[in-house]
């Protein structure tokens, strides 16, 4: 997919009032958060781009034109900061919840509970955190947006999976509420589910660093998603009319027909 601004198919980047369009994206220093970011400020929105490492939105800012925070998502103090931050720079009108990832693939009679603690704190409570600390400027606005990426592994359990898919399925759940409960704030909620997606780091971090086994991740698999291809569906979803929600969208490979149904090439 092409996130270019050109070949974009809703190249309005403000509102209804005029204003440009403005969102804070976590998980930015790297894959999905990075691919989402650059895209949106390709389109000209004013893009809040969150993550921990400085370095990595140093250099993505200077790229991309993207405001660096650097926040650890799971602080109460750095959250409050990130928000303090963005409501000086006049707000946003989008929050999308990228930060995630998985550790582990190990079967349930051998997980380790620092690896299940690091899953919750990043996909679920920090998800939580960011969207409870940024509902008030979102609520005032009356016509905000929340995204979150969670996963295919919030619909389906597979084996070597039950830390990472019991994260996504809570993190799926709380989408679910919050969209229940904020209606009445005209807040539009989205949750984007990829599947197989061939990141730098995504199956590298999970592997605990060995990059044979990563690698065997995708290996024989004809194209799987990159993370241009799944930012290009979040760009184009929270850039539609806002009375327009797509309120789930699923996303995979050709090849993975299913989580459980991967052709690879021999």
């Known amino acids: ?13 403000t ?5 440009v369009r403005s969102a ?5 220093s790297t894959g999905i958060g990075q691919a989402a970011a650059k895209a949106l400020a390709a389109q000209g929105w004013k893009v809040f781009a969150v993550a921990r490492r400085a370095d990595r939105l140093s250099e993505l800012a200077q790229q991309s034109g993207v405001i660096a925070i650097p926040t650890d998502i799971t602080d109460d103090a750095a959250v409050a900061s990130l928000v303090q931050q963005v409501t000086e720079a006049g707000g946003i009108d989008t929050l999308i919840n990228i930060s995630g990832g998985a550790r582990g693939a190990d079967k ?6 620092e690896d299940w603690d690091w899953m919750y704190r990043v996909n679920v ?5 960011l969207t409870q600390a940024f509902l008030p400027i979102l609520r005032a606005g009356r016509s905000g947006t929340v995204l979150n990426l969670t996963s295919t592994a919030a619909l389906v359990a597979y084996e070597g999976g039950s830390g990472y898919n019991a994260a996504k399925f809570a993190e799926r759940a709380l989408t679910q509420a919050l969209r229940l409960e904020e209606v009445e704030h005209n807040l539009r909620v989205i949750e984007v589910l990829p599947g197989m997606v061939q990141t730098e780091e995504f199956a590298l971090n999970r592997l605990a660093g060995d990059r044979e086994a990563a690698a065997k991740v995708y ?6 998603l990159t ?3 799944v930012a290009e ?6 850039s539609l009319p806002h009375h327009v929600n797509l309120d789930e969208i699923v996303l995979r490979p050709v090849a993975q027909a299913a989580a459980y149904k991967v052709v690879r090439n021999s």
Do not use: C, F, H
Not at 24 to 28: K, Q
Not at 108 to 113: F, G, H, S, T
């Open 1 to 13: 997919m092409n996130t270019s601004a050109s070949n974009n198919p809703v190249p309005n980047a």
């Open 15 to 19: 509102d209804p009032r005029g204003a």
């Open 219 to 224: 290996q024989g698999v004809a194209e799987p």
């Open 227 to 229: 993370a241009e291809d």
């Open 108 to 113: 349930l009679a051998e997980a380790k509970a």
């Open 125 to 129: 409570i920090g998800t939580m955190k």
């Open 24 to 28: 804070v994206v976590t998980g930015a």
């Open 233 to 238: 569906v979040v760009r184009y979803a929270v």
